[in-house]
């Protein structure tokens, strides 16, 4: 653990220092002008010619290969543009990127999710390696590799714990409590095929279920039916829609996630440079005749502000938690010829009813303010404006 904390915060350092870098300039003793035998190499970017002439005749130290050189210039070139959402990714994260929205990764395939008292629930993927060690739905997870969880820690930092590279011997041991025993397992890692969705009935109402999106992959809206279809065979009769940090993903997907909850109505409008495009939904959906509550929070971005966006505005809906993070821009990621890639912004997104939300995000109609001690109170307050709801109607 100790080893894995040191690693975040010197990857969280050389984040920082690279910030610094690009942002606060640099000086110089004095400007001279440009001496008249450099002469430009290229017609294209005759200034750029100029200055890799100077460097490749004055520069002291070492220089970038050709390749590092041009990362720089094309990194340069991005940020020069203000847009965060426009960068480059290098072949290796784009590697990773991939695989992330494919879902894939080196892990014990399972999901930690705080219950409304503050405890950390283990939720197992199907044939995981969790489930092969002995690991069950609900056990409550205490410590990892024997250091203790302490309440309030993000899921999102546990979920890094309990990741690593696939090799023999490598793994975690959990220290879990199963009703009132306490046990510890090891589970070793393996390749994880990822699931985006997660659902279950609630044991605090067995009326309604709760289904968690963590991010839009090219999985997600069947894994959605799977689970829709599930609940409803468990006769719920309401539903607890938790976006809350999911930062996104593919736009399509999410088109078609908010179609099964909006019945035959327009999900999104797109802006690009050359007019509007209306993407409408189908009609019917497999949960459009459930009362919805969605949870939503500052990570809650992009692609999960379509689905809630188009929840609230056909009043499907109520949105629960602190306000969305804004990002209401639509990027293309293409890949170039070495492995690399590059995001670029298109286009630009309102809501159905012509909302613009970059930068500002969506507002939930009940604020909530995190507890300290870890309580999922948003959730706490979703099963009771939902039972609230079941019973008006009742």
């Known amino acids: 653990m100790p080893q894995i904390v040191r690693s975040l915060a010197a990857g969280m350092l050389a984040g920082i220092v690279i910030a610094v870098i690009f942002t606060a300039g640099f000086f110089i003793r004095d400007i001279v002008p440009l001496p008249a035998a450099i002469q430009p190499s290229s017609q294209e970017f005759p200034l750029f010619a100029e200055v890799l002439t100077l460097v490749e005749r004055n520069y002291l130290r070492p220089r970038p290969d050709e390749t590092a050189a041009q990362y720089l210039a094309i990194r340069g070139f991005l940020s020069g543009l203000g847009d965060p959402a426009t960068f480059f990714v290098p072949p290796p994260e784009t590697r990773v990127e991939s695989d992330l929205l494919a879902g ?57 714990w309990l990741r690593g590279e696939v090799k023999e011997g490598a793994g975690v041991t959990l220290s879990i409590r199963r009703h009132s025993a306490e046990r510890e397992i090891f589970v070793p890692f393996a390749v994880i095929i990822v699931p985006s969705v997660l659902a279950r009935v609630l044991e605090e ?39 809350r940090n ?51 929070n500052g990570g809650t971005a992009s692609a999960s502000e379509v689905v809630a966006g188009a929840i609230v505005d056909y009043e499907r809906g109520i949105l629960i938690g602190q306000r969305s993070y804004g990002k209401g821009t639509i990027q293309q990621i293409i890949q170039l010829s070495d ?32 507890a300290a001690d870890g309580a999922d109170v948003e959730l706490s307050e979703a099963i009771r404006q939902l039972t609230l709801q079941l019973e008006t109607t009742s």
């Open 205 to 243: 109402d067995q009326r309604i279920g709760y289904i968690q999106i963590s991010d839009f992959t090219n999985r997600t809206p069947q894994e959605l039916t799977d689970a829709a279809l599930m609940l409803k065979e468990r006769e719920i009769e309401a539903l607890v829609l938790d976006l």
């Open 246 to 296: 999911n930062g996104g993903g593919l736009l399509q997907e999410a088109l078609t996630v908010a179609g099964e909850f909006v019945d035959g109505e327009t999900l999104l409008i797109e802006r690009r440079r050359d007019g509007e495009t209306l993407y409408n939904d189908k009609p019917g959906g497999v949960l459009v005749d459930l009362p919805v509550v969605v949870l939503v």
């Open 104 to 160: 894939i990764y080196g892990g014990i395939g399972v999901r930690i999710q705080t219950t409304t008292t503050g405890e950390f629930r283990i939720a197992p993927f199907d044939d995981s390696p969790a489930i092969a060690a002995g690991i069950i739905d609900g056990d409550l997870l205490i410590a990892v590799d024997r250091v203790p969880i302490e309440r309030g820690t993000p899921t999102a930092q546990i979920d890094v």
């Open 339 to 370: 492995g690399s890639s590059v995001h670029i912004t298109f286009a630009e997104w309102l809501t159905p009813q012509r909302t613009a939300i970059d930068g500002v995000g969506l507002e939930p109609s009940i604020v909530m303010i995190p």
